[in-house]
């Protein structure tokens, strides 16, 4: 089956615009994870779904980040007024159960975001 | 911030020899994971082992986890060019929400 899927791959854009960026979870995978990782890093957390609520959102660095997942599947991470700060690669995660951090998650490609 | 921290950050071997990265964390844990990232790619899950197990084999993988000194070392043996990637140890953060992931290391295996 198909797994973790991320568009775009990679996304370039000017400072101050907004970007979305999509994930696309393995069907029936209820807990939807977003992370980001910075060259020479390790990936950190920015926010988890259990369904179609943001059951943590902790990681989130500011305000100008958001995310959803309307119908608990495809989940959408929006960044506004972007910094160079921002340039990272943005993953996302699925698990069967929301228990994610017990047990496997698996991992989309990421999208590598630039901003110039 | 990050909890686990895997040494060494660059480990370069031959063929055919054995690599071993270890990991240290800070608090009391559930589980313990080990990923692989190849240059460019997504994270792939290889291993978890549960506070409650001593060590774990996966194939040509052998997982150890210390609970008193927090650390777990992560064995490949007879290595293989494509062994190359980086490792990553992660362990769940106190909400047991996430994982949160060292910085990792890069292993090199040349023929």
């Known amino acids: 089956g198909a797994g973790v899927s991320q568009t775009p791959s990679n996304k370039v854009t000017e400072k101050g615009k907004y970007v979305e960026l999509r994930c696309d979870p393995i069907s029936g995978h209820t807990a939807l994870y977003w992370y980001r990782q910075s060259l020479g890093q390790g990936p950190e957390f920015l926010i988890y779904?259990?369904?179609?609520?943001?059951?943590?959102d902790s990681g989130l660095p500011n305000d100008r980040f958001f995310a959803v997942r309307p119908e608990g599947s495809v989940s959408t991470l929006k960044i506004q007024r972007t910094e160079r700060g921002d340039s990272a690669v943005y993953l996302c995660?699925?698990?069967?159960?929301?228990?994610?951090?017990?047990?496997?998650?698996?991992f989309g490609p990421g999208t590598r975001l630039t901003v110039l | 911030s990050q909890q686990g921290e895997e040494d060494p950050q660059a480990l370069s071997i031959q063929e055919g020899e054995n690599a071993t990265m270890n990991c240290s964390y800070k608090t009391s844990i559930n589980n313990l994971q080990w990923y692989r990232q190849n240059s460019g790619r997504g994270l792939v899950h290889l291993i978890l082992?549960?506070?409650?197990?001593r060590e774990k084999h996966s194939g040509r993988l052998r997982v150890t986890l210390d609970t008193s000194k927090k650390s777990s070392s992560l064995l490949i043996t007879a290595s293989r060019a494509a062994d190359t990637a980086s490792y990553f140890c992660a362990v769940p953060n106190q909400a047991g929400t996430a994982l949160i992931f060292g910085k990792g290391t890069t292993l090199s295996v040349s023929s």
């Open positions: 779904f259990q369904g179609t609520g943001a059951a943590d």
């Open positions: 995660a699925s698990s069967l159960r929301g228990d994610g951090a017990y047990n496997e998650q698996f």
């Open positions: 082992i549960r506070s409650n197990e």
